[in-house]
């Protein structure tokens, strides 16, 4: 079935270091691919997405390209700041889009 | 902007109680879904819907309940809360059920059960 795997946390960097952040994913045809962010007691919030292969989502300084040939989604931002520290998680959107996949999360703390 | 709105935000619950968390959303939005949120587990989805009158079962569905009446309301029935269902649990609204829509979540329900 329809899976994703992101890279275990957790992530500590210092402020304006890069981040990568890995997700790869198994899916019948071609879904839809999305990193969303969970900040300290709130739920989930949609960080960028891709609809299609070599796609590139982009948001609030952060990136992630659709790669189809090697099924990843790696989030990555060039210089982090504390104001990032969150947990993030990768998902996926099922075929028929009625069913959501998200890989377990990477919690990310920037310290000064 | 209200968005998705969960009620309690926070229950604690005896072994055998039953109990609805309320989920509600003003976006109009056609799918509603349910997940639970465990350590090291990520989000699993429980039950959805895409439409008034339309469920289907998602991942996890064992001792849950759900119905949609409404557009609007969503919620979720545990019939015999089991301590297995302590967690914390998100509603989550999207336009449609294209595969590209990005869902809105609420602030979750933190439930234990004793």
């Known amino acids: 079935g329809d899976s994703v795997t992101q890279m275990e946390g957790p992530v500590t960097l210092s402020e304006e270091a890069f981040l990568t952040i890995n997700c790869t994913y198994t899916?019948?045809?071609?879904?839809?691919l999305f990193w969303y962010v969970q900040y300290p007691g709130e739920g989930l919030q949609l960080l960028l997405k891709?609809?299609?292969?070599?796609d590139k989502g982009s948001n609030k300084g952060f990136e992630a390209t659709y790669r189809k040939e090697t099924t990843s989604f790696h989030l990555e931002k060039g210089s982090v700041q504390v104001s990032d520290s969150a947990v993030y998680f990768c998902a996926l959107s099922s075929r028929t889009g009625n069913q959501f996949y998200f890989g377990t999360g990477t919690s990310l703390t920037v310290i000064p | 902007n209200a968005g998705v709105t969960q009620t309690p935000k926070f229950q604690v619950l005896k072994t055998g109680q039953s109990m609805t968390l309320q989920c509600a959303q003003d976006m109009n939005h056609e799918y509603m879904s349910w997940y639970r949120q465990d350590p090291g587990m990520g989000l699993r989805l429980i039950h959805y819907s895409v439409g008034a009158g339309i469920t289907d079962q998602g991942e996890v569905p064992n001792g849950y309940n759900v119905s949609r009446s409404t557009t609007e309301d969503f919620p979720l029935r545990l019939l015999s809360a089991a301590p297995s269902q302590t967690s914390v649990y998100f509603c989550?609204?999207?336009?449609?059920?294209?595969?590209?829509?990005?869902?809105?979540f609420g602030d979750g329900t933190r439930l234990s059960i004793l």
């Open positions: 899916a019948t045809g071609y879904p839809s």
């Open positions: 891709a609809t299609k292969a070599d």
């Open positions: 989550a609204s999207s336009p449609g059920t294209a595969g590209n829509q990005p869902q809105h």
